[in-house]
């Protein structure tokens, strides 16, 4: 089983934002933003082109977990960022989708990809399930 499968099984840990019968939504271990999420299709699916009907299934669970992440952490507004393929960043081969909160304090693209050590994995979670 790959890691997210792992995941979804219960076998490894994670901060769960939502769920629906296809979809699972946690937090990034190594976030971009507060909130960084990871939405996945519950079946595995490789990378995105490997399959035509993942991606919708998802969508609803993509949407619900913008605005769960829009009202609970303050968010103003949020990337979605797909990485499809080694070369284009992708590290963990079971489709995903990053859902990355902006906050007013560093907006913009160019402050969209930097890990942030200093995020607070736990009060993210807690604020999230308040
Ligand atoms: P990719 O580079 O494949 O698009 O993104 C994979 C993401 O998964 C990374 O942002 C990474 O921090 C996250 N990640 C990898 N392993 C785990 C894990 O075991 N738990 C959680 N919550 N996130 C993970
Ligand atoms: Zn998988």
Redesign the pocket.
Known sequence: MC?FCE?VAGN?P?KKVYEDDVAYA?????PFHAGHT?VIPKRHVDRLTDDPTALGEIAPAVTAVAALLQEKLGAEGLNLLI?SGAVA????FHL?V?LIPRYADNPGMSGLAKRDPDIDLDGVYQRLSA
Request: glycine share 6%; proline share 0%; charged share 10%.
């Open positions: 890691i995941i490894i994670s946690f937090l990034d271990i190594n990871l990485n960043g992708q590290e963990v995903h990053h």
